[in-house]
């Protein structure tokens, strides 16, 4: 019963048009990052979404942002993804990862960015890419990132930057 | 290295079809405070059944008790606030509850929450004289009302599942007695009715109805089963078993003072003792201070009550003392 109480005076009064209109972009794009390829971001959003509407009353504005909240949604969503199916590249891009680690800068010259980045993306660990999707899909801050990863703040941008070294190393 | 890798290609918005596809669906499902109530009790219930189930420890042999043995709860009660640290917060949230005891919880029955529009309707629906503030902050109107339904749940020990429970949350050195398996413990969560304020941008819920009843076995020892209850909630373990045994918990009634409060004392409204816990509303997203919030607690003649604002206290206190 106390749980309850707790719940009660915690409970977040949410305006769900302004969260969808503020947030279906970010964690879209969080996914665009994390997964490449549309068709998976958009199942991934909507996964997320009615997972935090079906789950509303369990968040708790004492345990942060609701956005902090709504990215951890999102990215158990990615890792319940990843594990579901055997990693799957877009017929387009296959070719073009086939032949990246050869010669990516030659390969992947006369690509759009887009289908560059989402290529190298892949490359990266399962931790880079997801803090590059925070951080750049959903346009995180990495104080914010350090919270929704349990990370401390110095560390996030520390992987940042490595993982973006590398990026730039293939790009 | 050819250029500069472009970090922002891959952003954009998503598909208009896509995003008006989903907040259909979103707008299909229900929403708002009726929400089902097998959720609310399950929840309920599951909370209590860590709290009961993991502190049941019974006194004597035998446990076959009937239900006209059965000790009847929070009857008359009184607030104790235990402060709650984030990391306990955490470590009790991060539990997945529902899979750990709730096929061991039995809703018996289940009622939604209704709307009304007048006292005369909240005092049939509940079947309680309902009691309103005559005196208001300047400029508060009253802006909704609603009964919540009856519910009541069976909760069934299950000592395996309760020691997972226990060391899940590193409070291992607490023993379940395997006697408790299959025992069972009975919560019923009377009408209440929720009354709605809004002063400007400021609200209030106003709360009231007769406490909860948790019925056990005879013979449940209340004070290693509070014991328990404090544990989980952070207190330490010497700390937890002096301050256990020395309140009498058919009456008392726990409330965790959650982190984001910044301070509680007890206060008294008319004569009845109650507790306020007050603390900061942050912008969720910048966690800027935008104003204060409280919570006023109380008891009386078997009710309780309980008014949640973003009001000034004093407006708040004056509201409580005006019930009539």
């Not at chain 1, 909507?46 to 949604?73: H, Q, V």
């Not at chain 2, 104790?80 to 018996?108: K, M, T, Y």
Request: aromatic fraction near 6%; glycine fraction near 8%; charged fraction near 25%.
């Amino acid at each position: 019963m106390p749980g309850r109480i707790v719940r009660w005076i915690s409970r977040e009064e949410i305006n769900w048009d302004e969260v969808y209109a503020e947030q279906l972009p970010r964690v879209f794009n969080f996914f665009r990052y994390r997964c490449g390829n549309v068709a998976d971001a958009e199942d991934l959003t909507s996964i997320t979404f009615e997972k935090a509407w079906r789950g509303r009353d369990r968040y708790r504005r004492d345990k942060g942002a609701f956005s902090t909240w709504l990215y951890t949604i999102a990215r158990n969503a990615a890792v319940d993804h990843y594990r579901a199916r055997a990693p799957v590249v877009p017929l387009d891009e296959a070719a073009l990862v086939a032949t990246l680690a050869a010669t990516p800068e030659d390969q992947t010259a006369g690509r759009s960015d887009a289908a560059r980045l989402a290529v190298l993306l892949q490359t990266l660990s399962d931790r880079d890419r997801d803090l590059i999707a925070l951080k750049y899909g959903a346009e995180m801050s990495n104080r914010d990132i350090a919270h929704a990863t349990g990370l401390s703040e110095s560390n996030v941008g520390t992987i940042l930057h490595r993982a973006v070294q590398a990026l730039r190393e293939k790009w | 290295m050819a250029s500069e890798p472009n970090l922002d290609a891959l952003r954009g918005q998503p598909d208009q079809e896509f995003a008006d596809r989903l907040r259909a669906r979103l707008r299909q499902q229900p929403r708002g405070r009726t929400r089902p109530a097998r959720g609310v009790l399950t929840k309920l219930a599951a909370g209590v059944a860590v709290a009961a189930g993991i502190g049941f420890a019974l006194t004597i042999p035998t446990v076959r008790a009937k239900a006209s043995s059965f000790l009847a709860l929070f009857r008359e009660v009184s607030f104790v606030a235990v402060p709650v640290s984030p990391g306990e917060v955490e470590r009790v949230n991060g539990l997945d509850l529902e899979h750990l005891i709730g096929d061991r919880v039995q809703v018996l029955e289940q009622n939604a929450s209704v709307d009304v529009t007048s006292r005369e309707q909240a005092s049939q629906a509940s079947g309680f004289t309902v009691v309103l503030p005559t005196v208001l902050p300047e400029g508060a109107v009253q802006t909704a009302m609603s009964v919540g339904g009856r519910n009541v749940a069976r909760i069934t020990a299950d000592t395996t599942r309760l020691k997972q429970v226990l060391g899940a949350l590193g409070l291992s050195d607490l023993e379940v007695p395997d006697e408790l398996d299959g025992e069972t413990a009975m919560i019923t969560v009377s009408p209440m009715v929720l009354t709605g304020y809004e002063q400007g941008e400021r609200k209030a819920s106003f709360i009231q109805g007769p406490m909860p009843e948790v019925l056990m076995p005879a013979g449940v020892d209340l004070a290693q089963l509070g014991e328990i209850g404090l544990r989980v909630l952070g207190m330490p373990a010497d700390e937890a078993r002096t301050f256990a045994k020395s309140v009498d918990w058919r009456t008392t009634f726990l409330v965790p003072v959650p982190p984001m409060a910044t301070r509680f004392r007890q206060t008294l409204v008319g004569a009845s003792r109650g507790i306020v816990i007050e603390g900061p509303i942050r912008d969720p997203e910048t966690k800027a201070e935008k104003g204060n919030w409280n919570l006023l607690l109380w008891s009386q003649s078997g009710r309780v009550y309980g008014i949640r604002s973003t009001m000034r206290l004093s407006d708040v206190m004056a509201m409580a003392n005006s019930l009539q």
